[in-house]
């Protein structure tokens, strides 16, 4: 990360909000941690990154449960990226459905 670079984190376990609208500035990142191991419900989150920031994400979904988890991260700028990471388990009972999409806006974005 470089000297004049600002960093973010943040953390959701168990409460996912129904939406949720993150911006990561130009040269700044940010890095989204959550964890589910209780039931959740349909979750909507979008990520607008500019030019130079990064996103980085990771989701570990270890919860029993029927939802609809969409992740839709734009890349605006130039040298901007996205490292997302998804581990999850499921039983017989449960219905998961993962959408995630990575929109390339401008030419030299990552992910």
Known sequence: MAENETARNLTYVDELP???LL???SGTSLRLCL???KPLQNTRIDVEVEEGGRFEGAFADF???RYA???NVRLKGS????DWHLAAIADQDSE?????SVFHEKEESVG
């Open 18 to 20: 129904a939406t949720l």
């Open 23 to 25: 911006k990561v500035p």
């Open 35 to 37: 964890a589910a191991f």
């Open 63 to 65: 919860s029993l449960s």
């Open 69 to 71: 988890f969409t992740l």
């Open 79 to 82: 040298h901007s990226s996205c």
């Open 96 to 100: 998961k459905r993962y959408d995630t």
